[in-house]
C-alpha cells in the first residue's frame, strides 16, 4: 500500500521538505500532497471571477477555490501532518485540523512546545504530537512499515 499524506500549515520553512527527503531516503511508500504554498498565488485564487472592491470578498473567493484543493486532498489522504510554526497564527491549519478531526481522519500536528498551551485542543484531537520533522519521518516510518500484515 502507498500511503497519502496531506501536509498543511505554515508556508515560510522547509518542514515539507524535510518529511519529503526523510521519507525518500528511507524508500517509505509514502506520496505526499499539500495545499497551495504560493502564499501570492494562494491570495490570488479567486481573482479569476473578477475583482473585488472590498478585500473581504476577495479573500472569501479566494479562500472558497483553495478549499476544493484543501477539501479534496484532505479526504483522499491517508493520515495530515498540521504544522503551526511560531511566527505566524495559522489559522487554515487549525481549521484544516478540525477538519481532520470531523472526518475521523488522523493526523500529527508539528510545532514547538512553546505553543502547547494554545494548541491543547488541537493536539487532545492529534494522534501524535512532534517537534521536529525527523520525528514525523520515525511516526510515518513505523505506521508505514510492514511490522504486521499491510492488507
Not at 473567493?61 to 501532518?81: F, G, P, Y
Request: proline share 3%; aromatic share 10%.
Amino acid at each position: 500500500m502507498t500511503w497519502l499524506v496531506y501536509l498543511s500549515g505554515e508556508i515560510h520553512s522547509d518542514w515539507r521538505e524535510q518529511i519529503i527527503a526523510g521519507s525518500n531516503s528511507l524508500g517509505l511508500p509514502v506520496n505526499f500532497v499539500s495545499p497551495v504554498t504560493d502564499h501570492a498565488a494562494s491570495d490570488a485564487a479567486g481573482d479569476v471571477l473578477g475583482g473585488e472592491e472590498k478585500s473581504f470578498w476577495r479573500d472569501h473567493k479566494s479562500s472558497k477555490v483553495n478549499a476544493i484543493r484543501t477539501k479534496t486532498l484532505i479526504e483522499k489522504s491517508d493520515l495530515a501532518v498540521i504544522r503551526f510554526g511560531d511566527k505566524y497564527k495559522q489559522w487554515n491549519a487549525a481549521f484544516d485540523a478540525g477538519y481532520c478531526a470531523a472526518l475521523g481522519k488522523p493526523y500529527i500536528t508539528l510545532h514547538d512546545e512553546s505553543i502547547i498551551h494554545p494548541l491543547k485542543e488541537v493536539d487532545a484531537a492529534a494522534m501524535a504530537w512532534a517537534e521536529e520533522p525527523a520525528q514525523v519521518v520515525e511516526i510515518l516510518q513505523y505506521v508505514v512499515s510492514s511490522g504486521g500484515s499491510d492488507r
